[in-house]
């Protein structure tokens, strides 16, 4: 099988840049964002606070999580549910960020990402896919941009879904979100040493998604 990994700070456009690149590859697209983004969203909904490593660790064993491929995508189910849109909201971010810091979570997770990459060619985007996830993958992408233009594009997608936004805030979130994940103990957000870093700070969807494809069939 033939392994994509793309690293990535949040908001940089990793799971719609990548979701393309897939699909032009004909490769399964894994997003394991939305897997940390699930654990989340069960803690919220159950008021399990989000980084009690003890509470969470013990709520696990309740929860069933699973990637479905539909003809629209991928899709994420908990405990029987469709929550592919319930898991994209600010709040969720911030609670995934949280949870993915404990180990009992990334553990509970690994085999199942694992385990998509050895079934299907599949190019499956996070925050440690090319260090910690598949550290042999063929090809491996660090996709960022500024924190000004992520909090840019995240603003726009609120507004596109009619939802209220305030550009600071989300800034100040943003950054908060990269602190957390680039000083966490565990799995800390890091480019692996052989990666190749994809900068989308100046270039539109199409542009992001044409130069990640060049990337990989230059590695192919």
């Not at 990793?14 to 069960?42: E, N």
């Not at 509470?55 to 069933?64: D, K, Q, R, T």
């Not at 209220?164 to 602190?179: F, G, H, K, N, S």
Request: proline share 5%; hydrophobic share 40%.
């Amino acid at each position: 099988m033939f392994a994509i990994a793309i690293d990535g700070p949040a908001g940089a456009g990793k799971s719609s840049v990548a979701k393309a690149a897939a699909k032009a590859l004909g490769f399964i697209y894994v997003d394991t964002g939305a897997l940390y983004r699930t654990v989340a969203l069960y803690m919220l909904r159950q008021n399990i606070e989000p980084s009690d490593a003890q509470a969470v660790e013990h709520a696990l064993p309740a929860i069933s999580v699973d990637l479905r491929h539909e003809a629209d995508g991928q899709h994420v189910w908990l405990c029987g549910e469709d929550v592919t849109d319930a898991i994209r909201t600010p709040q969720v971010s911030m609670a995934a960020s949280a949870v993915s810091a404990i180990p009992a979570v990334r553990k509970f997770l690994f085999s199942l990402q694992t385990g998509m990459a050895e079934r299907y060619n599949v190019l499956m985007d996070g925050r440690d896919i090319g260090t910690v996830v598949l550290p042999n993958a063929q090809v491996k992408i660090f996709l960022t941009a500024s924190a000004e233009e992520r909090a840019r594009r995240r603003c726009l997608e609120l507004e596109q879904k009619g939802e209220p936004v305030d550009y600071d805030q989300t800034l100040r979130e943003i950054r908060q979100r990269d602190e957390q994940d680039m000083n966490r103990e565990t799995a800390p957000l890091k480019p692996a040493p052989d990666s190749i870093l994809l900068d989308t700070s100046d270039l539109d969807f199409d542009g992001a998604v044409q130069r990640l494809l060049e990337i990989v069939r230059e590695r192919s």
